[in-house]
């Protein structure tokens, strides 16, 4: 069959499998073609491909069976060596690099393994969160089966037959909590996976596929019966430890017996150091959730220099046309004419390179300097800055008369005039672009200033930027086109799609889409890290509130027949709560300081993922330790006023 690909007859040859989603994550290919027909038609690629040390493929090798990477790597190196004598670099020589195949990008990998990491930590710093508060839910449920367990013990049941038989029950009970787990481990797989399809000018990155596969299940399956016993072994252990006469005269809780006490004061027994690591568990994750969301709102508030809440930008190339190079020019300009003419246009503008976007850099000469810096440039037409709302702080923007035949011009940014013109005036210096093939310097007049915008990452310092004029140069096949919408940028998406296949029905379209996704692309790690992090701080809370106040809950209904005889004896009911909400709150307090000296620890790993925020930022760890003090007292609150309302009767009467 015949397929027309930037209609051009391809012949099929061959199907891929469906299995196959290329050969890196970053997009999903549909169609393989040599390079050859490639070369032909993207005459910019294959001007680059020229040059030896132009990045532009990545090469894939199978070893031989027997041969390791030491070995495929020396064999390059010395190939390395011998184009280095005959195709000698300028500045260094070649360093050839294996690694293993992924299909996540080596440097995508690089860059979020911080987060991976730190998520692996959080997880387990949940899972021992789950363990001490079923630890300590046990242990309370225990309470009410201590004349069960008593029966079997006086029955014959030996003190393993009584530890195994919570074990398996705990085991069963964690069993079916990890099929629950694995049902709702898919959807939420799907979830973090399209954090990386974020958007930008050069076309949306696929989505990462995670699938529940039989590595996954028994993983799961294995940290199921973990928990399990982990978090059974306490109460399993004390529940075959218990006198068997003293609790079968009477429904009291004798597992406790007597508190310790050090220099006159309460030691905090088993349940209340379980409470204790609840909280200390809770505050790292609540501050981890914090710094984050930080992160989240200072990188949300940063601003990239260029007004494009109304943009949308698009990618267009005629390399699908019969269009001559010297054509684009007025194409290009007829192009950004004609859109500005629709009703929901404000105005438009075109460039080689968007901003947030990859930038190219050339070896230029400033006047002052004795040697060609490496500067970041663009060319624009004119109107590009009016357009976009950038100042222009010094000199003039671009004019129409700045075309082929007149003075070759250029304006800078302030990052240059900072960094190269110090305390002097920039308008009216030069600047030289080497012709390699003509041996000559072209010469550029500065004739303006402009404000510093982020030229190719929105998170990195603005560049040492040159901007040229677009008609001053040729042409490549394509260029960015960007629309300021009166009407919502996502409605004017489609407008602008159907406007410009109307306009030219053989352009090649790479993408459209609105600016703020493209600056919400950028901000993809952010989210990620806010969202898992947030749900992990609220399981934690939620975890540790439900300790606290289950332990509050138990620690009443033991000291039921105490509170009674206190009672009776004139004690007051408010002193009775205080005393309650007192223990809860030691329990918290020591949680607290362990917790905070973790997170405190853990700063090297919560530093990578933060922007503008410091890992040990005061307010950040303040508000973190209010929100776990108002929850312990919030759950503990309530038993501790159910323990001064009993009537003294009641009370004893408990046993």
């Given at each position: 069959s015949t397929i027309y690909l930037n209609y051009r007859p391809f012949t099929l040859v061959g199907v891929a499998s469906p299995a196959f989603l290329g050969s890196t994550s970053d997009f999903r290919p549909n169609v393989w073609i040599p390079i050859a027909p490639f070369k032909d038609r993207y005459t910019s690629w294959a001007k680059l491909a020229e040059d030896r040390d132009a990045p532009l493929v990545r090469v894939y090798g199978r070893l031989r069976a027997g041969i390791r990477e030491e070995h495929g790597l020396a064999e390059l190196q010395a190939v390395a060596s011998g184009l280095d004598e005959v195709y000698p670099r300028d500045r260094a020589t070649r360093n050839p690099n294996v690694d293993a195949s992924t299909w996540i990008d080596p440097r995508s990998r690089i860059d979020e393994w911080s987060t991976v990491r730190l998520m692996m930590v959080a997880a387990a710093g949940l899972l021992l969160l789950v363990c001490a508060n079923v630890a300590n839910l046990l242990l309370s449920v225990a309470v009410g089966r201590q004349r069960e367990m008593s029966m079997r013990a006086a029955l014959g049941a030996s003190s393993g037959r009584l530890i195994r038989q919570v074990l398996i029950e705990n085991v069963i009970l964690s069993l079916l909590a990890g099929i629950v787990a694995l049902s709702l481990a898919g959807p939420t797989s799907a979830r973090l996976g399209a954090y990386f399809a974020r958007p930008s000018?050069?076309?949306?990155?696929?989505?990462r596929e995670a699938t529940v596969d039989m590595r996954v299940m028994a993983f799961a399956i294995a940290i199921a019966v973990v928990t399990g016993v982990i978090s059974g072994l306490l109460p399993a252990i004390r529940a075959s430890r218990w006198d068997l006469v003293t609790t079968l005269r009477t429904d009291t809780d004798t597992s406790t017996g007597v508190p310790k006490r050090l220099w006159g004061r309460r030691l905090p027994g088993v349940r209340d150091l379980l409470v204790s690591a609840q909280v200390a568990l809770?505050?790292?994750?609540?501050?981890?959730?914090?710094?984050v969301l930080r992160t989240l709102v200072t990188a949300g508030?940063?601003?990239?220099?260029?007004?494009?809440?109304?943009?949308?930008?698009?990618?267009i190339s005629t390399s699908s046309t019969d269009m001559e190079p010297g054509d684009r020019d007025r194409f290009f300009r007829e192009l950004a004419e004609r859109v500005t003419e629709e009703s929901w246009v404000r105005s438009a503008t075109?460039?080689?390179y968007p901003l947030l976007s990859p930038h190219a850099s050339a070896e230029l000469l400033l006047d002052g300097q004795s040697d060609p810096v490496s500067l970041v440039y663009s060319r624009v037409i004119p109107g590009f800055f009016e357009a976009l709302r950038i100042d222009v702080l010094d000199g003039r923007a671009f004019v129409e008369a700045d075309t082929t035949g007149s003075r070759d011009v250029a304006m800078v940014n302030e990052k240059l005039v900072r960094h190269f013109f110090p305390g002097q005036n920039p308008i009216g210096r030069r600047l030289w672009w080497p012709d390699e093939e003509s041996g000559t310097d072209r010469m550029f007049e500065i004739v303006g200033v402009v404000r510093d915008t982020k030229t190719q990452d929105f998170f990195a310092e603005p560049p040492p930027t040159v901007y040229f004029s677009y008609p001053q140069h040729p042409y490549p096949t394509g260029s960015a086109l960007i629309v300021s919408t009166i009407a919502d940028p996502e409605g004017?998406?489609?407008?602008?799609?159907?406007?410009?296949?109307?306009?030219e029905p053989h352009?090649?379209?790479?993408?459209?889409?609105?600016?703020?996704?493209?600056v919400r692309g950028f901000l993809y790690t952010h989210r990620m890290n806010a969202e898992m992090f947030s749900v992990l701080a609220l399981l934690g809370l939620t975890l540790s509130a439900g300790g606290s106040g289950s332990g509050g809950s138990l620690a009443g209904r033991r000291r039921t027949r105490e509170s009674g005889i206190r009672l009776a004896r004139g004690a007051k009911r408010s002193e009775r709560g205080r005393g309650g909400l007192g223990r809860a709150l030691a329990s918290v307090v020591l949680g607290l300081v362990l917790g905070m000296g973790v997170s405190y620890a853990i700063t090297g790993l919560?530093?990578?993922?933060?922007?503008?925020?410091?890992?040990?930022?005061?307010v950040t760890l303040a508000a973190g330790a209010a929100v776990i003090v108002v929850a312990a007292l919030a759950a503990s609150y309530l038993p501790a006023r159910r323990a001064s309302t009993v009537e003294p009767v009641t009370a004893l009467r408990h046993e």
């Open positions: 000018v050069w076309g949306a990155n696929v989505a809770s505050v790292v994750l609540l501050v981890v959730a914090g710094l508030n940063l601003h990239p220099g260029f007004s494009y809440e109304r943009l949308v930008v698009t990618h075109v460039a080689d004017s998406v489609p407008h602008l799609y159907r406007w410009l296949r109307d306009f352009l090649a379209i790479v993408n459209v889409v609105p600016y703020t996704d493209v919560v530093r990578s993922l933060l922007f503008g925020v410091e890992p040990t930022d005061p």
